[in-house]
């Protein structure tokens, strides 16, 4: 009885996995624009970066460090006022952060269009400023642009992605500021601990779904 009354504590204290659209609907979201091609260089490959919010961070970043042509995901917080914020400030919900994933891609294997074609299926963009038992700012659904085609894409992939969702999604769209990389704990957290609680009951379902869904899309 100890351990269920744990486990329920657990549960409502952390951020729940957000439900998906229904399978059969992913397929009707189209868009037309071509993939984005901006930001930074390195010597091998051209890279670009996507900053998403999609409630806790924990969840979004195990699912993108899945996908090909992913690089790096930083967990994170954008979106606010206080410069260095951290994780305890940010959960107040007083600073105007977002929690959020920065990734590193290579847009000639996924493209920015593919990236948040996953994005608005791997959580509920339906709900103001909230993913499941989560509520505050802090976890509001969110696209921040790091370029006028970024920007353009996110619109349509949102305007594709009523296709999938019954309710009005709320998803914000705004121009990429400054990224702040959480504490060093919250990095990689899901493969790191995968045994704990809240990772086994909440992310590795979670993560399960996504897998079965965008297996095609997948790391070897």
Not at 90 to 109: N, R, Y
């Amino acid at each position: 009885m100890t351990y269920k009354l744990f486990l329920l504590a657990l549960l409502a204290a952390s951020c729940q996995s957000a439900k998906t659209g229904p399978p059969e609907k992913v397929t009707a979201m189209t868009t037309t624009t071509a993939q984005s091609t901006t930001p930074a260089t390195t010597p091998d490959v051209q890279t670009e970066i996507a900053t998403l919010g999609a409630g806790c961070f924990w969840c979004v970043e195990a699912i993108y460090q899945d996908l090909q042509g992913v690089l790096k995901v930083e967990s994170g917080y954008t979106g606010g006022r206080n410069a260095n914020p951290t994780y305890n400030e940010v959960c107040s919900g007083t600073t105007g952060h977002a929690e959020v994933i920065q990734v590193t891609f290579d847009p000639a294997i996924i493209s920015f269009k593919e990236i948040l074609e996953v994005f608005f299926t791997v959580h509920d963009p339906t709900t103001l400023n909230r993913q499941g038992n989560d509520v505050g700012t802090q976890y509001r659904s969110a696209i921040f642009y790091h370029s006028d085609l970024q920007k353009t894409v996110a619109e349509e992939v949102k305007l594709a992605s009523k296709e999938i969702w019954d309710d009005p999604i709320v998803t914000e769209i705004s121009a990429s500021a400054p990224f702040y990389k959480a504490e060093k704990y919250h990095q990689n957290y899901y493969k790191d601990n995968p045994n704990q609680g809240y990772c086994s009951i909440v992310i590795a379902p979670k993560v399960k779904k996504f897998r079965q869904k965008w297996a095609h899309k997948l790391k070897q």
